[in-house]
């Protein structure tokens, strides 16, 4: 049977460090059909439920300009998540793999991110598709989705620098 | 003349409430050839020079599994950025949008995040193309590019619906 917070055969949890090294706020909520971890979907998709990214009030704004783009990616805090688990068992039997190795919620800094389809801009409110997290869960940031996106912003040396002419494994 | 941290024609700051809401842990270190803010890349390229992600000791075991994704999702700390600026001038030539509207650097949460071409894996390093960011720069997750990753988990219901079965704009 899978609950919600056991340790599994073969999975492997530390004592993580102090997660003090930067602080995040939570810039709004997201809304979406499910109540409960175990309905959750394991990945989002362009086809499913219409969600809602609610707004907190000093940010909407901030939302100026982005309804012109028709995907946007979104990073959330999985706040229910344990963190402290470095090897996992996704399908329970046994076998197992490093965490940065899956796309589990369950991670030292839970902080999920999907590609959305947005539907439309409501006064404060993003109703979107694509997303797989609980009801409720906090949102952290909204960025249009890379491939969509130009920089505006004059281009630096190092937009036109390319292959190995700087070699990270020489000392 | 572009600067650091100067605020442009049009661009507006806010007072930020304090970022509380959750903590996160530096999980390792970026090293790229651009050790100031104005060399940066705007966009990473595939093609890119070679950069180091260093992971801190008690994460290197969490990499077990990554080496097999030719493509990885990264998420960095923008330890440099401002963030209070809510709408900016990324031209500097007056015209503005919200942050959310922008991959800028400087936003509320400042957390990049990039796709790379995984080059190897050396012990604890990981060998990447395509990132940004600044030398130095702290990294906060990584996981399989999403377009390669297949739940190893059992479905769920969520993965099952679509459509607007459930709609958010229902009360």
């Known amino acids: 049977m899978v609950r919600r917070d056991e340790i599994r055969a073969g999975e492997v949890a530390i004592e993580a460090p102090a997660a003090t090294d930067a602080g995040l706020v939570f810039i709004g909520r997201i809304r979406t059909p499910w109540t409960d971890r175990l309905e959750c979907p394991r990945q989002g998709r362009a086809d499913g439920p219409t969600c809602r990214?609610?707004?907190?009030?000093?940010?909407?704004?901030?939302?100026?300009?982005?309804?012109?783009?028709?995907?946007?990616?979104?990073?959330y805090w999985l706040h229910l998540s344990r963190r402290d688990l470095v090897r996992q068992s996704p399908a329970n039997d046994g076998s197992t793999r490093g965490t940065f190795g899956l796309r589990s919620p369950?991670?030292?800094?839970?902080?999920?991110?999907?590609?959305?389809?947005?539907v439309r801009v409501e006064a404060g409110t993003l109703l979107v598709r694509g997303l797989d997290c609980l009801d409720g869960t906090p949102m952290i940031d909204l960025k249009p989705d890379r491939t969509l996106f130009t920089p505006i912003a004059p281009r630096q040396p190092g937009d036109d620098q390319v292959g190995d002419a700087w070699r990270a494994d020489t000392p």
């Not at 369950?106 to 947005?118: C, E, H, M, Q, Y």
């Open 53 to 75: 990214i609610e707004v907190f009030p000093p940010w909407i704004p901030v939302l100026d300009g982005i309804a012109q783009y028709e995907r946007l990616e979104v990073l």
């Open 106 to 118: 369950a991670r030292p800094n839970p902080i999920g991110s999907s590609i959305v389809n947005l």
